[in-house]
Nanobody
Framework: QVQLVESGGGLTQPGGSLRLSCAAS????????MAWFRQAEGKEREFVAA???????GYATSVKGRFTISRDNAENTMYLQMNNLKPEDTAVYYC?????????????????WGQGTQVTVSS
């Protein structure tokens, strides 16, 4: 059974940092695109950052320069380092894996999803 399990969410003040982890089991995704999405209450799920299968990365404009995506293929784990967090970063964060060869930031293209982890940024 393939599973993606996120961890590392929590409550932090504006300007704080959190590191999210996404541990995969059941299969390896080292040759696949993987990404982080988030969904704030009452809003649609949106792209945050991606680690493409060629090794490059991509970021949403709103998080560029503050968030860093990485992955450890040996551990089958992906990370999202989030610095200088803002209240508008508050959301449930999901990791996802895309088995298709064409890179995409559209959440409907991703076949595997984690259960999500809550990130709350508030003073």
């Amino acid at each position: 059974q393939v599973q993606l399990v996120e961890s590392g969410g929590g409550l932090t003040q504006p300007g704080g940092s959190l590191r999210l982890s996404c541990a995969a089991s059941g299969r390896t995704f080292s040759r696949n695109h993987m990404a982080w999405f988030r969904q704030a209450e009452g809003k649609e799920r949106e792209f945050v950052a991606a680690s493409w299968n060629g090794g490059s990365t991509g970021y949403a404009t709103s998080v560029k320069g503050r968030f860093t995506i990485s992955r450890d293929n040996a551990e089958n784990t992906m990370y999202l380092q989030m610095n200088n967090l803002k209240p508008e970063d508050t959301a449930v964060y999901y990791c996802a894996a895309d088995l298709q060869p064409i890179a995409s930031i559209n959440p409907t293209e991703y076949e595997y999803w984690g259960q999500g982890t809550q990130v709350t940024v508030s003073s």
